[in-house]
């Protein structure tokens, strides 16, 4: 059964860290295009971060705007799991994040981008976990 699962949601205050991880079962992520994105309530679903299949976690991976240089994605490829690591947290970061998969384009660094906003979609999602940054 092809599945991924989120974990590591939770609160936080304003400042804080949180790790989100996603595991996969029934296929393997090392050939697959990754993304985490994010849903408050009321607004729309947000990309966050993507990353390209043949990416080695060397830092060619997108993010949106507002979390550049907090946030950092990565794949553990032994444990088929994928990261967000997310740091100096804001109350504007409370959503329900989601992981997701998708099979790559001919040129998927190039198109991260438009993974991340929504343009190539996705085929297999994670359930979501909670994230509340509040004091």
């Known amino acids: 059964q092809v599945q991924l699962v989120e974990s590591g949601g939770g609160l936080v205050q304003p400042g804080g860290s949180l790790r989100l991880s996603c595991a996969a079962s029934?296929?393997?992520?090392?050939?697959?295009?990754l993304a985490w994105f994010r849903q408050a309530p009321g607004k729309e679903r947000e990309g966050v971060s993507c990353?390209?299949?043949?990416?080695?976690?060397?830092?060619?991976?997108y993010y949106t705007g507002s979390v550049k240089g907090r946030f950092t994605i990565s794949r553990d490829s032994a444990k088929n799991t994928v990261y967000l690591q997310m740091n100096s947290l804001k109350p504007e970061d409370t959503a329900v994040y989601y992981c997701?998969?998708?099979?790559?384009?001919?040129?998927?660094?190039?198109?991260?981008?438009?993974?991340?906003?929504?343009?190539?979609?996705?085929?297999?999602w994670g359930q979501g976990t909670q994230v509340t940054v509040s004091s």
């Open positions: 990353m390209s299949n043949t990416d080695d976690n060397a830092g060619g991976a």
């Open positions: 029934g296929f393997t992520l090392d050939n697959y295009v």
């Open positions: 997701a998969a998708g099979r790559a384009t001919n040129n998927p660094t190039a198109d991260l981008p438009y993974y991340c906003s929504g343009y190539v979609p996705f085929r297999t």
